[in-house]
């Protein structure tokens, strides 16, 4: 193994790896055999595009045969797989793959049930909520400032729902806010908080509207009074036991639960 040929490149120093440039295209890095495998996948079916994958010898046989065509296979020694990321990698498998674009904004207006994320502080809730989302049927994200959707920890946790549910992202997302809900005069859609304190609705007894977008704000602080005021209604989810609130994460997986199983029409 030649660690400084480029084609080991992506794959050096991952501890804090986001998205890099390879060849004038942003890429990302995907590990463990269950995401690897699902990424590879999606390559096959040209959903994107896979430059490499790197294990070791004991699993580069049970690769192969999953690799899209355009795919290399790198094969190195766990130890030295190790040095190369620059820790200890128990995993087995990396892959390295294009970031996919953003998808247009016609998708983003013609979603139903959408989750916003104005703003979070922690990668591994994002990914959580990706992986929530993406299993109980939402039809879109759009995130503000935060973790990047392309992170190694991001990517970790959301097992694979980054390239399955279409995202959008922007510094500020009111505008796009904004616009998906006056986007259906017949139909405007609905902007929830997820939020304590007076005026909140209970969550069991809440039904989402038709086109429905909930919010939920970061880790500790939730949703600021400036998000709080572009939202239509509020809605809570009650406590017992002393306990003061939910990890964001599991909050918006009970909230989207409700959303997607209380469809109307």
Do not use: Y
């Not at 294990?55 to 049970?62: G, K, R």
């Not at 935060?146 to 729902?161: E, F, I, K, N, Q």
């Amino acid at each position: 193994m030649d660690r400084d040929h480029p084609l080991w490149t992506p794959f050096r120093d991952l501890r804090a790896a986001g998205r890099r440039v390879v060849g004038g295209r942003e890429v990302f890095i995907a590990e463990g055999r269950i995401l690897v495998e699902d990424l590879l996948r999606a390559g096959r079916a040209g959903q994107l595009v896979v430059h490499s994958v790197a294990t070791t010898p004991a699993l580069a046989e049970q690769i192969k045969p999953q690799l899209p065509p355009s795919a290399v296979l790198l094969v190195a020694p766990e130890d030295e797989l190790h040095a190369l990321a620059g820790f200890p990698f128990h995993r087995g498998v990396l892959a390295c793959a294009e970031v996919l674009d953003q998808p247009p904004e016609d998708a983003l207006l013609a979603c139903n049930r959408l989750l916003v994320l104005p703003r979070l502080d922690d990668a591994e809730n994002l990914g959580l909520l990706l992986r929530s989302a993406a299993a109980l049927g939402m039809d879109g994200v759009l995130l503000g400032k935060g973790p990047d959707l392309w992170s190694r920890r991001t990517l970790r946790v959301s097992m694979g729902a980054a390239w399955r549910l279409p995202a959008w992202r922007a510094d500020d997302p009111t505008d796009l806010l904004t616009r998906w809900r006056d986007h259906d005069a017949m139909m405007p859609g609905e902007i929830v908080g997820a939020a304590l304190g007076p005026g909140s609705e209970v969550a069991h007894s809440w039904t989402p509207a038709r086109r429905c977008a909930l919010m939920l704000g970061p880790e500790g602080a939730g949703l600021d009074p400036a998000w709080l005021l572009r939202c239509d209604r509020r809605v809570v989810i009650p406590m017992a036991n002393a306990v003061d609130s939910l990890n964001v994460a599991a909050a918006g997986a009970i909230l989207m639960f409700r959303m997607t199983g209380h469809r109307e029409g």
